[in-house]
């Protein structure tokens, strides 16, 4: 297994300084979420023109890879236009990623609108997928679909991937949000098997009726149960530390904790 780390830990920095986190903590990839404080990547200066071949080389030159272009695309509305639109942007982003040589996109799913029912949804979302991935895959860029919201279980993001029903796309696995979501376990979620194409790690503690991220091996997450499933799927992949600091502005910094995981990693 090879690591990244979502640039949600750090993401108001500019895309050298994140190269220069990753390479300092001994990571292999970034994933791309946030950068300069953007989630769409494709507007910034740095991604176009001489700056994208400056910063390309930039990678290259630290032996890094993207592990996955995040994107905020999700296709839950049964408005086709606001559907259509998610779709547009995922296309721009997909232009990105393959400019980066990534090998995935992620979209979400994500959940159930009011006056709506999870068959429906559930289509909308097929359909949002099987339209992106029919233009990015042949950039060389799949379509993977983060386990999240009301599809977060293994077997709802199956039978999402299953109704889109196309190739050049999968899954990531976010294991942390079904066990925090609906109690499913690494072992159960690791039924989604060979659709796995990256997986997100983090460590959770319930504090107060609630989830909270903590730096890794500190919280209530079953991960060695999640080290023992990857094992047993034989996943070469990378695994991405998700530290949401983007989110969660009160936990450590991810000059803290994106070292923190990489020991913690090795000694597992």
């Given at each position: 297994?090879?690591?990244?780390?979502?640039?949600?830990?750090?993401?108001?920095?500019?895309?050298?300084?994140?190269?220069?986190?990753?390479?300092?903590?001994?990571?292999?990839?970034?994933?791309?979420?946030?950068?300069?404080?953007?989630?769409?990547?494709?507007?910034?200066?740095?991604?176009?023109?001489?700056?994208?071949?400056?910063?390309?080389?930039?990678?290259?030159?630290?032996?890094?890879?993207?592990?996955?272009?995040?994107?905020?695309?999700?296709?839950?509305?049964?408005?086709?236009?606001?559907?259509?639109?998610?779709?547009?942007?995922?296309?721009?982003?997909?232009?990105?990623?393959?400019?980066?040589?990534?090998?995935?996109?992620?979209?979400?799913?994500?959940?159930?609108q009011p006056?709506?029912?999870?068959?429906?949804?559930?289509?909308?979302?097929?359909?949002?997928?099987?339209?992106?991935?029919?233009?990015?895959?042949?950039?060389?860029?799949?379509?993977?679909?983060?386990?999240?919201?009301?599809?977060?279980?293994?077997?709802?993001?199956?039978?999402?991937?299953?109704?889109?029903?196309?190739?050049?796309?999968?899954?990531?696995?976010?294991?942390?949000?079904?066990?925090?979501?609906?109690?499913?376990?690494?072992?159960?979620?690791?039924?989604?098997?060979?659709?796995?194409?990256?997986?997100h790690i983090?460590?959770?503690?319930?504090v107060d009726?609630?989830?909270?991220?903590?730096?890794?091996?500190?919280?209530?997450?079953?991960?060695?149960?999640?080290?023992?499933?990857?094992?047993?799927?034989?996943?070469?992949?990378?695994?991405?530390?998700?530290?949401?600091?983007?989110?969660?502005?009160?936990?450590?910094?991810?000059?803290?904790?994106?070292?923190?995981?990489?020991?913690?990693?090795?000694?597992?």
């Amino acid at each position: 297994m090879k690591l990244s780390f979502s640039t949600l830990a750090c993401p108001h920095c500019t895309f050298p300084c994140i190269v220069a986190i990753a390479s300092n903590a001994g990571y292999a990839g970034v994933e791309l979420r946030f950068v300069e404080g953007e989630d769409s990547l494709w507007k910034l200066p740095a991604f176009q023109g001489r700056n994208l071949a400056d910063n390309k080389r930039l990678l290259a030159d630290h032996g890094l890879k993207i592990s996955c272009v995040d994107t905020s695309c999700r296709f839950h509305s049964a408005d086709s236009k606001e559907r259509a639109s998610w779709v547009a942007e995922g296309e721009r982003m997909a232009d990105l990623a393959a400019e980066l040589e990534a090998p995935g996109l992620r979209i979400f799913g994500d959940t159930i609108q009011p006056g709506a029912d999870r068959e429906s949804t559930r289509s909308w979302i097929a359909e949002g997928i099987r339209k992106l991935a029919e233009t990015s895959g042949p950039k060389g860029v799949e379509t993977w679909l983060e386990s999240h919201g009301d599809f977060t279980t293994a077997s709802e993001t199956a039978a999402v991937l299953t109704e889109a029903a196309c190739p050049h796309i999968g899954a990531i696995w976010d294991p942390a949000n079904s066990f925090a979501a609906t109690g499913e376990s690494p072992e159960q979620g690791a039924t989604l098997g060979k659709a796995i194409r990256h997986v997100h790690i983090k460590d959770l503690r319930h504090v107060d009726g609630s989830w909270k991220p903590v730096l890794t091996g500190d919280g209530d997450f079953p991960l060695q149960e999640l080290l023992g499933a990857l094992q047993k799927l034989n996943y070469d992949r990378f695994v991405s530390f998700e530290w949401e600091k983007k989110w969660h502005p009160e936990i450590e910094d991810g000059e803290i904790a994106l070292p923190h995981f990489v020991d913690w990693f090795r000694k597992n």
